[in-house]
């Protein structure tokens, strides 16, 4: 079955700094790539994602970039403030069989 | 909407009793999800239904039954809960015959088992 691997598992940066969030999966069969926010006591939250047939997509201060021949997806977040601060997690799919990557902490500090 | 929505919110469990955790979805969505989540380990699926009357085998099944009892709701079973099965319990509902692959998350439910 499908592998997904996180990187790192915390990141702190400062305020105003970019943050970077690897993950790497094992099945080419993949094609979507989601990417989640969860806040403390919260459910998941999607904040971005793309698809098998792009290799880049960005949302204001977000942006995910896709290496389908290197199998390998990652997280960009720019201008980081407070209230980026969260556990975010990856995840590849494929038909209804979604696999996450173990999550990283992100602290943003002031 | 109220979108995905999950009781109990916490639940503390006796090794060897049963309970159902109960999920619903009121955006129309065809495909729901259950999820575990434990420390360090992500979210790792235990059952879904691609549409009504339909279950299949997540990663992690074991210990766990389910029933879609129609399109809007999705229940897990525990029928002799173990101290194993300490966890966030999560529901997911998507609607990927519409095009639509987020999968929306409810609040979870925090399960104990001693």
Redesign the interface.
Known sequence: GENVEQHPSTLSVQEGDSAVIKCTYSDSASNYFPWYKQELGKGPQLIIDIRSNVGEKKDQRIAVTLNKTAKHFSLHITETQPEDSAVYFCAASKHNDMRFGAGTRLTVKP | NAG?TQTPKFQVLKTGQSMTLQCAQDMNHN?M?WYRQDP??????IY?S?SEGTT?K??VPNGYNVSRLNKREFSLRLESAAPSQTSVY?C?STA?LRGD????????TRLTVT
């Open positions: 995905v495909s999800y360090g380990m992500g979210l790792r699926l879904y691609a299949d997540g990663e999560f997911a990927p692959y987020e999968q929306y998350f409810g609040p979870g």
